[in-house]
Structure formats: C-alpha cells, structure tokens
C-alpha cells in the first residue's frame, strides 16, 4: 500500500513551457486535492475533485488545469509556466467519510526559471 | 481577519521542554479540528484528529479544542529533537451537503528542539 504517490519528485521548467504532474492514490479514495505551499503563506487549494470525472476551482486555481479521469489519479497541468508558479506542489487525497481526512503525498518541487 | 490565525515561530526549545502550539479561528462552523506535522523537504502527515470539544491525549502529544473561544492548541510533552518540525493546524466544517471535503489549515509554525 504505498498510499498518495507524485510523480516527479523535482522539475526544472522554462518560462512558457508546459507539464503535468501527477498523482495516484491507491486507497480507493474519493476525494482528490492539489496544493501548492510557499514560504509564508501556508498551503493554498489550487483544485481539487470530488470524484471521478469531476474537478472544482480552490482558492488559487489560475494558470492551471487538472483531469479526474480515473479514480486513482488526479492529474495538475501548467500550459504556459511563470516564475510566479514555482513552489512544491503536493497533492492529498481523502475517503467520503466525513470523519476522514486528508492524506498526503511527498510533494513536487517545481522550479521556473 | 483570516479564517485560521497560527503563530509561525519560529519556536525553539530545550529537549525535554513542554511544547504549547496554539491556532484560532473565525468560522463558527468548523467542527472538526486536526494537527499535522510536516518535516523538512516532507508531505505533511496527519498527527491528531478531533471532532469536539475538550482534550484528546496520543503518547506525548495531546490536542485540545476549546470551540467556546475558537482556540486549538497542540501540546508536546517532553520534547525530542526528533519533534522538530512545522506544524499546521486544519479544519473543516460540514457543508450544506453533509461533506467536509475542504480543510482551511493555518500556515504552520517552525519548531525546533535542541538536544
């Protein structure tokens, strides 16, 4: 049971290059979540979705897309990366019971130059 | 005023100190109450849980929740130096949908102890 994994650990971007990160989860869990932390301002939703198929905006969504196609994985993308997007990226994902709560995966950490 | 107020430190102690970590909170709504401690270069990991008021004790470390004065605090007993790491606090209240799928987590307060 390796629990909330992201794939890559570390990425090196290009001013206007695009990537995905990914997350996978192997608890059968129904909720998904995609945050990013930065020094002093804790960490912030970007998107997140409450089952397969669907995605909703967090609190900082702009600049990026995200896809629940399977259950299992929930997929971040940055078409046209800005420095102001470097940060680690970590990704959490929690069971429908409402006395769950999040779980999270080792982080991304994402430089762009 | 922001939903969840923690004091970042950072906090630096003697092994074997009593840690005392504190968040308050706005939102009336918030039921339940979690602690989560992040180490360096690390994801955070789920550390106390509760949904109530009053104190819940695990090993060392004991969560309290005092919903009156919207108060949480995270209490470390006889500190190591293996405790040394950030701590957020989080919680969720529960939605017109019966869910509490969105944690508000507090931006986490750096400890250190020193052996």
């Known amino acids: 049971n390796a629990g909330v994994t992201q794939t890559p650990k570390f990425r090196v971007l290009k001013t206007g290059q695009s990537m995905t990160l990914l997350c996978a989860q192997d608890?059968?869990?129904?909720?998904m979540y995609w945050y990013r932390q930065d020094p002093g301002m804790g960490l912030r939703l970007i998107h997140y979705?409450?089952?397969?198929?669907?995605?909703a905006k967090g609190e900082v969504p702009d600049g990026y897309n995200v896809s629940r196609l399977k259950k299992q994985n929930f997929l971040l993308g940055l078409e046209s990366a800005a420095p102001s997007q470097t940060s680690v990226y970590f990704c959490?994902?929690?069971?429908?019971?409402?006395?769950?709560?999040?779980?999270f995966g080792p982080g991304t950490r994402l430089t762009v130059l | 005023q922001k939903e969840v107020e923690q004091d970042p430190g950072p906090l630096s102690v003697p092994e074997g100190a009593i840690v005392s970590l504190n968040c308050t909170y706005s939102?009336?709504?918030?039921?339940?109450f979690m602690w989560y401690r992040q180490y360096s270069r690390k994801g955070p990991e789920l550390l106390m849980y509760?949904?109530?008021?009053g104190n819940k004790e695990d090993g060392r470390f004991t969560a309290q929740v005092d919903k009156s004065s919207k108060y949480i605090s995270l209490f470390i007993r006889d500190s190591q130096p293996s405790d040394s790491a950030t701590y957020l606090c989080?919680?969720?209240?529960?939605?017109?949908?019966?869910?509490?799928?969105?944690?508000?987590f507090g931006k986490g307060t750096l400890l250190t102890v020193n052996p």
């Open positions: 939102n009336s709504a918030f039921q339940y």
């Open positions: 509760t949904y109530s008021s």
């Open positions: 989080a919680m969720s209240a529960m939605n017109s949908g019966g869910s509490n799928y969105k944690l508000t």
């Open positions: 979705s409450v089952g397969e198929g669907t995605t």
């Open positions: 608890m059968n869990h129904e909720y």
């Open positions: 959490a994902s929690r069971q429908y019971s409402s006395t769950d709560t999040q779980y």
